[in-house]
């Protein structure tokens, strides 16, 4: 189901215009329970005072070596010596999560081939689309869980067609759903992959939303991706657009990993032509905001604001979750995140039967996302019964 995120968010903005009781769950952006965008204060002030050579000159195409540094410290965190040692590790710096998975599809596929995904899922397609690719879907869930018996048995098929398969998962806070795996469903996919040894496999593993899970240790799973083989290719996709709240800024990274260092060389030789060939370079003040971000007393202060923010988007979520449980609105699994799924018989009119009482939300199969971290925890307070009613559920 193809439809225009950025156009019902527009939509929401002008009724709210005309209308006081307007619920724009259209888009992921977080907002503050006053409304405010990004909810972080330090982040718009560390913006506004990077001095003009931070800002104005060409940076290099993969970032520089700080950033790069930097955000393979940011992404495996207490673990990045473990994993160094064992693993081949270089970055790319790329126009946020969106750049990393845009190039990964251009470099590791040829037109006409598939990527393998979920069923529910973000839009990949759209990506799929502009390098001439196909859908190749898995089950998301058996019941509560991940399903891997679907995720076995449908690589199985695919990799008996195609030799090289880019392989998504979108982990922690799945959007749409607000899924995250188990250590233990995260170990058993690597197991998986690690069966395919005939095949070339890319793991594309899309972190966008890591700094936004309530895991206790949410670089844990990390520490299992050297126990990769040979034949996989892991691209870690980063979005520090999401991380620190700057959506229009595009900020991210393709971090490539393997245990063979000529896979690692060529991603990097790669993703930099692909780069100069399309966006040319990551805007410089994007990675020195991740670069004033990393020193030690900044990091700090930043993650205590991110903490307030991942606490506010945990309530939010929670209440909307029990409540719709209370009034019986069925969701798809929840863990954490900044989405919900409400399961609906026709998403695609039922989104517009919302939208006629002033609440905006997204369309997708199976059900409608709302977007929970743009609401207000007053926002959620009867929404779910609202919602029951509106679409006589
Ligand atoms: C699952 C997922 N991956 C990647 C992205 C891309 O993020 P960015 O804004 O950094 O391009 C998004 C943004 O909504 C997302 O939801």
Known sequence: MSVDILKISKDALAASKI??????????????????????????????????????PYPAVDGGKDFKNNVISWVFG?????????????????????????????????????IFVSDIRWQYERFADRAKLNIFEHKLFKGDSFDLDSFKERLT???????Q??????????NPTGYTLSEQEFQQIIQIMNQFEHNDLVFLYDLAYLDFSHEEDKRKKMTYLPQLKNHVMTILSFSGSKTFGAYGLRLGAAIGLSHVEEKVKQFHH???????????????????????????????????GLNHITTLVQQRSVSF????????????????????V??????????????EHHIYAVPMTGGIRLALCSLSKQDIVGLPQKIKSILHL
């Not at 398969?165 to 799945?174: G, T």
């Not at 060939?277 to 700090?300: D, M, Q, R, V, Y």
């Not at 719709?324 to 989405?339: D, I, M």
Request: with cysteine; glycine share 6%; net charge negative.
């Open 157 to 163: 098929e695919l990799c008996a067609i195609q030799k």
């Open 342 to 355: 409400v399961l609906t018989p026709n998403p695609e009119q039922d989104y517009l039967k919302l939208a």
């Open 270 to 304: 790669k993703y930099v032509n692909e780069a100069r060939g399309s966006w040319s370079a990551t805007p410089t003040i994007s990675i020195e905001l991740l670069n004033h971000f990393s020193l030690k007393e900044n990091k700090e202060a930043f993650l205590k």
């Open 165 to 174: 398969v880019i392989i998504i998962i979108n982990d922690p806070c799945h």
């Open 78 to 114: 207490k673990y990045e010596e473990t994993i160094r040692k064992q693993m081949f590790v270089d970055a790319c710096a790329t126009p946020g999560g969106s750049g990393a998975i845009a190039s990964t599809f251009a470099i590791y596929s040829k037109p006409g081939e598939s």
């Open 321 to 340: 979750i029990s409540q719709a449980q209370e009034v019986g609105l069925k969701t798809h699994p929840f863990r954490s995140g900044f989405y919900t």
């Open 19 to 56: 209308y006081d009781d307007v619920i724009n769950a259209s888009i992921g952006m977080f907002y503050d329970e006053d409304k405010s965008i990004g909810g972080m204060p330090i982040v718009s002030k560390a913006i506004r005072s990077l001095p003009d050579e931070k800002i104005l």
